[in-house]
């Protein structure tokens, strides 16, 4: 398995275009993955994507298949030189790094923001939500009228954009409107589909959620 060497310089110098970020919000494209039995996928990968049916909206099971096998869970040598505990973007290979101790990194298969769309930066995950609601900003709205209807906010569930969990990423104390969030669509992991925001699968999401406090550094290529 490649993996790369992320370059101190690079992340320094995407500090500042995270200040120069443009309002977004964070809109799931494509059609929720169908539900049938995963084929053809290691048992213990099947595991880390079953359902969750005691969640307050449950889950169902990921249909893992259709993501490509270098997006699933997995811990992998750390390749960014991060202190453990930092999560790293690195939005060119659509991979999300949790940096752990001993040399090591728990890698998640991500979604990003798609043209014109794209941030990158240090910033720091101001808070958690379990099944938040989501509120389209004014901007994306002028863009989409038709979400209109949510400008008070969408209620939480499983056609929810931002899924089953949120990390919301402040820089300077002030809220980027950029997020780390679920996504019901396994079909955008590894692709460039959101509105600016990093999606994970439900589960995966679920999983970082649980490993990650808040004030967590955050670096995003």
Request: charged share 20%; with cysteine; net charge positive.
């Amino acid at each position: 398995m490649t993996e790369f060497r992320i370059a101190r310089r690079q992340l320094l110098a995407g500090a500042a275009s995270l200040a120069a970020l443009s309002l977004a919000g964070c809109a799931t494209s494509g059609s929720t993955s169908r539900l049938d039995e995963p084929a053809g996928v290691p048992a213990d990968v099947l595991a880390l994507y079953a359902a969750r049916p005691n969640e307050p909206y449950p889950i169902p099971a990921a249909r893992i298949d259709l993501v490509p096998p270098q997006y699933w869970r997995q811990v992998v040598a750390d390749p960014t030189g991060e202190k453990p505990g930092t999560i790293v973007v690195d939005t060119a290979n659509r991979y999300l790094y949790l940096v752990l101790p001993a040399g090591q990194a728990m890698r998640y298969g991500v979604g990003i923001g798609r043209d014109g769309f794209a941030w990158s930066g240090r910033a720091r995950i101001a808070y958690k939500k379990a099944w938040p609601t989501w509120t389209p900003p004014s901007e994306m709205i002028a863009r989409e009228p038709e979400l209109e209807q949510y400008r008070n906010g969408m209620e939480p569930g499983l056609q929810n954009p931002l899924g089953a969990r949120a990390l919301y990423i402040f820089q300077d104390g002030k809220d980027t409107l950029y997020r780390l969030h679920g996504n019901p669509d396994v079909r955008s992991i590894g692709k460039a589909v959101s509105s600016g925001c990093v999606r994970l699968i439900n589960q995966d999401v679920i999983d970082l959620y649980e490993r990650v406090p808040s004030g967590a550094l955050i670096v995003v290529m």
